[in-house]
């Protein structure tokens, strides 16, 4: 046996399998490139090499779809003489995989933290743990599980700035601004290439409303953070785009929008980005065409495969059918949701206490039962981040809330929760429009 660059004993005697599995955790680690091929190598080359298995099966089941979870289930399977003879520690995290893949989020989760304890420089381990912790709005471990491992690395190490990236993230989510956005430069510092990294420090500055720093911070670095092979690109994208929209800047917005996430519709995760980024566009009253009807489309017809598996991904898919006025599809995604409340899945509560109150309200919007919508967003927002998601995306709900508030003529209301934004992000105009919007309108004499 072998050892990584990590110092992990790896199940082989392989140079060219270790070789490719490395290229396969790296590209996995900096979104770049496709990781399969190389972790297909690494199998290729020797077939005995349970890491490259457990690698392959998490590298898929990151993509939060179930086409990609039972993708993942066949490669766990077809790996399992080889895992059955792995290591440890091999075998554990096989194991955490597969809990992962058959939709137990929280106890895969848990046995990916035991992976840790005893292996905390497993850097595939973190980051998979990591980014499950994000998907279920579990902010505090999102920088606990991280902060647990620190000790054991070191600036000497080639992935420690993925490890500070990931870092720099959990931070922002636990709203430790300053302590992220130290965190993520020390990154790019080290990795300019690290767009996670580059999303961590984004999302301060979003936070804090620094919103033409924000721009200038992403414009300056596009070439680092948006290479054509970048598979994160798109999110990074949708950043910018939102700090447009922040600004009044709609045509930049919209033709970030055509140039870079409508055309990278076939990922659930992209799909999300141009989703929100269109109903935010509607509810800031600008014309966006039928661009909203392809995206619609790409979510419809995933509808009876897809629908019940993730339910931040359901309400995004209802916002898109909600504004294109699909009646068939909402009442399909209904049936799905509804179902999946009794699935044995960490998915169940997610779609229970916020995934269909949330797409019920937007339901009730797009009926212009505005009130209902202000009682449906109003019992959900706050509990909001039990379906995964950051701050910054999950604030769809209040910029819905308010703008539900106002057309129901509850303007008191709409301006009590314009009043967070007011206060959080004091010089960003969105909240300035936002409260002018809520002000009674002038009799006329």
């Known amino acids: 046996m072998l050892r990584d660059s990590r110092?992990?004993?790896?199940?082989?005697?392989?140079?060219?399998?270790?070789?490719?599995?490395?290229?396969?955790?790296?590209?996995?680690?900096?979104?770049?490139g496709d990781p399969l091929a190389p972790l297909d190598q690494a199998i290729a080359a020797?077939?005995?090499f349970a890491g490259a298995y457990v690698a392959k099966a998490l590298a898929l089941i990151t993509a939060y779809?179930?086409?990609?979870?039972?993708?993942?289930?066949?490669?766990?399977?077809?790996?399992k003489r080889a895992i059955d003879k792995g290591t440890d520690r091999e075998r554990a995290l096989a194991a955490a995989a597969r809990r992962l893949a058959e939709d137990d989020w929280h106890g895969g989760v848990a046995a990916i933290e035991d992976v840790l304890v005893a292996n905390p420089r497993d850097i595939l381990a973190l980051q998979v743990g990591h980014l499950f912790d994000f998907v279920r709005g579990d902010a505090l471990n999102l920088r606990n599980r991280v902060t647990r491992v620190l000790?054991?690395?070191s600036a000497n190490d080639p992935e420690f700035a993925y490890v500070l990236g990931m870092h720099a993230f959990g931070l922002e989510e636990c709203n430790q601004y300053p302590e992220a956005e130290d965190t993520g430069l020390r990154a790019l510092e080290l990795q300019p290439l690290d767009s996670w990294a580059v999303h961590a420090v984004t999302h301060v500055m979003e936070m804090q409303g620094r919103i033409e720093e924000g721009i200038q911070f992403l414009e300056t670095r596009q070439e680092q953070w948006a290479p054509a092979d970048n598979a994160f690109q798109f999110h990074n994208w949708w950043h910018l785009a939102l700090f447009n929209v922040d600004q009044g800047n709609f045509a930049r917005a919209l033709a970030i929008h055509d140039d870079h996430l409508a055309?990278?519709?076939?990922?659930?995760?992209?799909?999300?980005?141009?989703?929100?980024?269109?109903?935010r566009l509607k509810?800031?009253?600008?014309?966006?065409?039928?661009?909203?009807?392809?995206?619609?489309?790409?979510?419809?017809?995933?509808?009876?495969?897809?629908?019940?598996?993730?339910?931040?991904?359901?309400?995004?898919?209802?916002?898109?059918?909600?504004?294109?006025?699909?009646?068939?599809?909402?009442?399909?995604?209904r049936e799905e949701l509804q179902s999946s409340l009794g699935a044995a899945s960490s998915n169940a509560d997610m779609a229970r206490f916020v995934g269909r109150p949330a797409s019920e309200a937007a339901i009730a919007y797009s009926e212009e039962r505005f009130a209902d919508a202000v009682d449906l967003?109003?019992?959900?927002?706050?509990?909001?981040?039990?379906?995964?998601g950051s701050h910054a995306q999950r604030d769809i709900l209040t910029l819905t809330l308010i703008d539900a508030a106002t057309r129901a003529g509850q303007l008191e209301l709409a301006r009590h929760y314009t009043q967070e934004r007011l206060v959080s992000k004091p010089t960003a105009l969105w909240g300035r429009r936002l409260f002018e919007r809520t002000k009674p309108k002038k009799q006329a004499a």
């Open 283 to 333: 509810l800031e009253g600008v014309e966006i065409g039928d661009r909203m009807e392809s995206v619609a489309d790409s979510w419809e017809k995933d509808l009876g495969t897809e629908a019940g598996y993730a339910a931040f991904n359901d309400f995004h898919g209802v916002l898109s059918f909600a504004a294109t006025g699909r009646k068939t599809a909402i009442k399909q995604a």
């Open 151 to 153: 000790p054991h690395w």
């Open 377 to 388: 967003l109003r019992a959900t927002r706050d509990i909001s981040a039990r379906f995964g």
């Open 7 to 32: 110092g992990l004993t790896v199940s082989t005697s392989s140079t060219q399998a270790l070789a490719a599995y490395e290229n396969g955790l790296r590209a996995v680690l900096s979104f770049t």
């Open 65 to 79: 779809e179930r086409r990609f979870a039972k993708m993942a289930i066949a490669t766990l399977d077809a790996g």
């Open 263 to 279: 055309g990278a519709l076939e990922m659930a995760m992209s799909r999300v980005d141009a989703t929100a980024m269109l109903w």
């Open 46 to 48: 020797d077939p005995a």
